[in-house]
């Protein structure tokens, strides 16, 4: 498959994706931390779940582990072609400017394609972006679990290629407290500037 129909269908689903996430989430007016901008059926308390999940080391890790500090959370897969990379660099930038201002947060990325995202390649993909990116990866059983405990919707379209196949995908970020509490989230049109102002303040009031 070239690369040009390769864009054309991951911009294609990329729309789908974003109407879709959506009818879960939806950016309003304040909660009651006075941070937040987003709000949910349920509240962000009903997002999250424990899990044991493989690092970009090859080292087994639990949700404890991996959320020892504030996280911005975000799954995708590394052969997306334009909306997981351009997601993955804000949160990046996001991160380091909540960092400049003598906070910390560390940027989380959980696959949604474990089958071709091994611990090898999550590790290639995630130094493009910060050295201290976590990527995780795991049993397509596994990752299920995760993806359902942040009701993210993911559907590999592999019945005609099994190898360069697009994966349709969600794309909020997720703020993921110590305690592995979900406290926020961002849709992928939020600048950096907005996130880190909102990440400082969690952390803020969490202190």
Same mark, same amino acid.
């Given at each position: 498959?070239?690369?040009?129909?390769?864009?054309?269908?991951?911009?294609?689903?990329?729309?789908?994706?974003?109407?879709?996430?959506?009818?879960?989430?939806?950016?309003?007016?304040?909660?009651?931390?006075? &941070?937040?901008?987003?709000?949910?059926?349920?509240?962000?308390?009903?997002?999250?779940?424990?899990?044991?999940?493989?690092?970009?080391?090859?080292?087994?890790? #639990?949700?404890?582990?991996?959320?020892?500090?504030?996280?911005?959370?975000?799954?995708?897969?590394?052969? &997306?072609?334009?909306? &997981?990379?351009?997601?993955?660099?804000?949160?990046?930038?996001?991160?380091?400017?909540?960092?400049?201002?003598?906070?910390?947060?560390?940027?989380?990325?959980?696959?949604?394609?474990?089958?071709?995202?091994?611990?090898?390649?999550?590790?290639?993909?995630?130094?493009?972006?910060?050295?201290?990116?976590?990527?995780?990866?795991?049993?397509?059983?596994?990752?299920?679990?995760?993806?359902?405990?942040?009701?993210?919707?993911?559907?590999?379209?592999?019945?005609?290629?099994?190898?360069?196949?697009?994966?349709?995908?969600?794309?909020? #970020?997720?703020?993921?407290?110590?305690?592995?509490?979900?406290?926020?989230?961002?849709?992928?049109?939020?600048?950096?500037?907005?996130?880190?102002?909102?990440?400082? &303040?969690?952390?803020?009031?969490?202190?």
């Amino acid at each position: 498959m070239g690369d040009r129909k390769i864009l054309l269908i991951g911009s294609a689903a990329a729309i789908g994706l974003l109407a879709g996430g959506a009818l879960f989430l939806t950016q309003q007016g304040g909660a009651a931390s006075g &941070c937040s901008a987003s709000t949910v059926a349920g509240g962000m308390d009903a997002f999250g779940t424990e899990f044991t999940l493989t690092r970009q080391d090859g080292q087994r890790v #639990t949700s404890a582990e991996v959320f020892d500090k504030p996280s911005l959370l975000y799954f995708g897969y590394t052969f &997306c072609p334009d909306v &997981c990379p351009l997601d993955s660099a804000r949160n990046a930038e996001a991160a380091a400017q909540v960092d400049e201002g003598g906070r910390e947060v560390q940027t989380v990325f959980i696959t949604v394609d474990p089958r071709r995202d091994t611990p090898e390649v999550l590790s290639d993909y995630t130094s493009l972006f910060s050295d201290d990116m976590i990527g995780l990866t795991g049993t397509d059983e596994e990752i299920a679990a995760v993806n359902k405990g942040w009701r993210n919707y993911y559907k590999a379209n592999d019945a005609e290629d099994q190898e360069y196949y697009l994966v349709d995908h969600m794309t909020n #970020t997720y703020l993921v407290m110590p305690g592995e509490q979900t406290v926020e989230f961002f849709s992928r049109d939020t600048p950096p500037e907005v996130m880190a102002e909102t990440v400082a &303040c969690h952390i803020d009031a969490a202190s």
